[in-house]
């Protein structure tokens, strides 16, 4: 991800582009600048804690060593996921167990309609049910449109996804208004009016 704002400006020379290369590859760098400056000094026991919930039931995640991963770093995050790492396309098995064991503050979840996940079944299921982030009602719905903002595919849409999970979980360390922040990424990236 931090190759991203290169890569455009690559892309810009060889596509004769640059001025607008330029202008989202300067984006790419503020906001990621931004975000690393407000959460870096987070210290590690003051981290949120937080379970990214993969998959129909909500029992598959990622964890720190995935590249699928790395949005929860980057955004200030304690990622509880202590499991192995699947080779691949990640999304290593876990138990209901263990993620009542971790006791995650947060949990981002698949969407249920766009992706198959379980943002619907954590959020009413009575196994999740004694889940710190379930009972503080701290069940977030992975944003998916156009794509993933936080992991597949691995591509420009993280940069979004980075400020979002900031913002969620540290509102007073990278306070931005993140209706702002959507309505001016889509329209600089995919040139949408929201």
């Not at 049910?129 to 009972?135: F, L």
Request: net charge negative.
């Amino acid at each position: 991800i931090n190759g991203i704002p290169e890569l455009y400006e690559k892309l810009g020379d060889v596509l004769g582009r640059e001025n607008r290369a330029k202008e989202l590859s300067d984006y790419c760098k503020q906001a990621l600048s931004a975000v690393e400056d407000a959460v870096s000094d987070i210290p590690e026991d003051e981290k949120v804690s937080v379970y990214y919930a993969e998959g129909s039931e909500g029992l598959q995640t990622e964890p720190s060593s995935s590249v699928h991963a790395l949005f929860l770093e980057m955004s200030g995050a304690h990622n509880v996921a202590d499991v192995e790492a699947q080779s691949g396309k990640g999304q290593s098995d876990v138990s209901m167990e263990q993620v009542l064991a971790w006791d995650p503050e947060v949990i981002i979840a698949w969407d249920d309609v766009v992706r198959g996940g379980a943002d619907e079944l954590i959020r009413t299921d009575p196994n999740w049910a004694n889940i710190t982030a379930v009972k503080n009602g701290r069940v977030y719905t992975m944003c998916n449109t156009p794509f993933s903002w936080c992991d597949r595919p691995p591509a420009v849409n993280r940069v979004l996804g980075i400020q979002w999970v900031a913002n969620m979980l540290y509102p007073d360390r990278y306070d931005a208004d993140m209706m702002d922040v959507t309505k001016e990424f889509y329209k600089l990236f995919y040139e949408v009016d929201l």
